[in-house]
């Protein structure tokens, strides 16, 4: 699940895992546990998140390596917010092809930025979410513009990127991504 933060990309991954009874792996979830209980990642990866930049390459890839392992990832998964940028996605691939499996679907959800920063301040009141303020808000909005919106490119070249309106109510929403997936 691809998209500007605010999209929809968590609540959409969770409403098909349950669905099709898959796996959702949050890289930003992973890393705000790992915040919560002060691990040495945590600690490293709190400035970054705060500020709304990216956590290394490095430290988001060993993530996914190791999590897609994991047992309960053998019947599907749903990656939310994983990759963010071209080298995240080349190691993916490479990763995946490793064990055999490959990435089957890529929706890109699309929604205006005025639109964005209203539900992420809407967030912001229900979830207090440290990085949904808006000097951070407007920091990833444009490190996606420009780190993660040119993986659209990389997928569509792959022939497996589909853009989903990410505007509307979650059930319609949540239909279109239906339609896509077709499972
Ligand atoms: P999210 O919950 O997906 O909005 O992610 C929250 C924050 O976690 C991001 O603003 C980044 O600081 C960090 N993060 C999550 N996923 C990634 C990723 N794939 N690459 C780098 N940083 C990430």
Redesign the pocket.
């Known amino acids: 699940m691809m998209g500007p933060?605010g999209a929809g990309?968590?609540t959409q991954s969770k409403i098909v895992c349950n669905r099709l009874g898959i796996i959702q792996i949050?890289?930003?979830?992973i890393?705000?546990d790992s915040v919560k209980k002060e691990t040495i990642l945590g600690v490293k990866?709190k400035k970054?998140?705060d500020a709304?930049?990216?956590?290394?390459?490095e430290?988001?890839i060993g993530i996914i390596e190791e999590r897609i392992q994991e047992d309960d990832c053998k019947g599907g998964f749903i990656l939310?917010?994983?990759?963010?940028?071209t080298d995240?996605a080349k190691a993916l691939d490479d990763i995946l092809t490793k064990f055999g499996r490959k990435v089957d679907h890529v929706i890109n959800f699309e929604v205006q930025n005025e639109a964005l920063v209203e539900r992420l301040l809407q967030r912001a009141k229900k979830e207090g979410?440290a990085?949904d303020n808006i000097e951070?808000i407007s920091n990833?909005l444009k490190?996606f513009n420009e780190q993660t919106q040119p993986l659209i490119n990389y997928y569509t070249k792959n022939g497996i990127s589909n853009a989903v309106a990410g505007e509307g109510d979650i059930e319609e929403i949540s239909n279109r991504v239906k339609n896509v997936i077709k499972a």
């Open positions: 933060p990309k968590g949050s890289t930003g979830d890393l705000r990866a970054f998140m709304g930049n990216l956590v290394s390459d430290i988001v939310d917010g994983f990759p963010r940028t995240q979410r990085d951070s990833r490190i």
